[in-house]
């Protein structure tokens, strides 16, 4: 069983017109993040815009990026849908890609109650082997995991995390503090709270800004883990200026505009989710250049 840890960008999927794979850009901005650190990959999650592709297509995602990444680091995809039963079908189309393990956000539009979303994550960590994080985003689901609820998930053998994009720091906390007697990892989905996290015990953080700053994102987990808590908590400050311009447009655009500035090409968001305006293009390039990064994969 490999148990994530450590820094795991949220990889943006690149896409034309069509919604179809740019193949060579996916290629490019996994080295860019391998190389800036990272400890793994994220791929298909919400900032990969899983809800709008197409099956066979993400067949291809997966296939890239394991075949990019190449063994270097483990590569976790999204196996997220509404039902139990996509989610299900998702999954093991993921474990015939040879992925090292999936993610399953609660579902959405729907809202479930707890006891029926325990047994809905109880069915789909069933019908696979492969390690499986839970996924906590109620801001953009509606749909919570209430900490009773990991807790009693995270006796399944192979439920090994959660990433927790609440931005609720009381409920991180008790996530952790309710498994950490278990083989059991929380991860901060909420960028300006990793150090937060790490403190707390937590075990990294799917970060979307790891994407476009990869090399500070990691720093902040690595400057942690040797006990360089000034260092760490500097780059979470380093951070955030950019985690908060990513309400200069619409996700996840604004992030596929960010990258794009970075040097790398991420086409095309999926309709009805545009650009950004000229007067926040500017905005975000100044961000960029404080950062060091405009253009630095160019």
Known sequence: MKYPKGVMPAIITPLNEKGKLLEDSLRKLIDYTINGGVHGLFVLGTTGEFYGIEFEEKRKIFEVALDQANGRVPVYVGASEITTKDCITNVQLAESCGVDGVSVLTPYFITPNQQELKEHFEKIANS?????????????????????????????????????????????????????????NVFC??????????????????????????????????????????????????????????????????????????????????????????????????????LEVYQIAK
């Open 128 to 184: 696979t082997k492969l390690p499986m994080m839970l996924y906590n985003n109620v801001g953009r689901t509606n749909v919570d995991i209430s900490p009773e609820i990991v807790e009693e998930l995270a006796k399944i053998d192979n439920i090994v995390g959660i990433k927790d994009s609440s931005g609720d720091m009381t409920k991180m906390a008790e996530y952790i503090r309710r498994t950490e007697d278990k083989d059991f």
């Open 189 to 290: 989905g909420r960028d300006t709270m990793i150090y937060g996290c790490l403190c707390y015990g937590g075990a990294g953080s799917v970060a979307a800004t790891a994407n476009i700053i990869p090399h500070i994102v990691s720093g902040i987990y690595n400057a942690f883990q040797e006990g360089d808590l000034k260092k760490s908590r500097e780059l979470q400050f380093k951070l955030a200026p950019l985690r908060l311009a990513f309400k200069l447009s619409s996700f996840p655009g604004v992030m596929k505009e960010a990258l794009r500035l970075v040097g790398i090409d991420p086409g095309v968001s999926l309709s009805p989710i545009g650009g950004i305006t000229e007067p926040n293009k500017e905005k975000m390039i100044q961000i960029l250049k404080d």
